[in-house]
């Protein structure tokens, strides 16, 4: 493994809502985090988890078709995407989710591949494999500087 990626396993959803509130504490205003994986995978407890360390407890629909984004309002903003049914990156865009990626606040995507061309440069990606009914293994990609030291931390956070 290289400085830019981290395995993190998990053996249960407690275990992946530690992982996200362990990433919770190095974000910034303006990341962006992509994540994929198969349906129940745990992109959204992963994401739930992140939300509440944020110090967000409601979220409201904020997207005009339901559930595909979801806005968080705590100690900064959490915008979360779902674009499993996206037809393409200028629906998105369309939306009005070009903001969400350069805004003031985190924005986490599920099925991220699917606006692939509008990430920004240096996003973190975790990418989740299904290995067992509670098994899950995190692959962590930072594809930056800035996402880079994000996983140096969460690295550092687990004495690696
Ligand atoms: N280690 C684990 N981490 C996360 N979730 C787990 C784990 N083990 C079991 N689960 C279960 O897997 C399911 C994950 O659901 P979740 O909605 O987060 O998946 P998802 O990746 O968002 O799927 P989708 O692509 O359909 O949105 C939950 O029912 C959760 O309880
Ligand atoms: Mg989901």
Redo the contacts with the bound molecule.
């Keep these: 493994m290289d400085s830019m990626s981290l395995i993190v396993e998990?053996?249960?959803?407690d275990?992946?809502r530690s992982l996200g509130r362990d990433l919770a504490r190095h974000l910034r205003p303006g990341d962006v985090i992509a994540l994929q994986?198969?349906?129940?995978?745990?992109?959204?407890?992963?994401v739930q988890a992140v939300a509440a360390a944020c110090g967000c407890d409601r979220s409201f629909v904020v997207s005009p078709t339901f559930t595909l984004i979801h806005e968080y309002d705590g100690r900064i903003p959490v915008y979360h995407v779902?674009a499993?049914r996206l037809k393409s990156p200028e629906e998105f865009l369309d939306m009005g989710g070009g903001e969400l990626l350069e805004g003031d606040g985190v924005c986490l995507v599920?099925?991220a591949d699917r606006i692939a061309p509008l990430l920004p440069r240096d996003h973190l990606r975790i990418d989740?494999e299904v290995l067992g009914?509670?098994?899950?293994r995190c692959l962590l990609y930072g594809s930056g500087p800035h996402s880079q030291q994000i996983v140096g931390q969460l690295a550092a956070d687990r004495g690696l």
Excluded: I
């Design positions: 998990s053996h249960s959803e275990d992946t994986g198969p349906l129940g995978a745990g992109k959204t407890r992963f779902d499993y599920e099925w989740m009914p509670e098994w899950r």
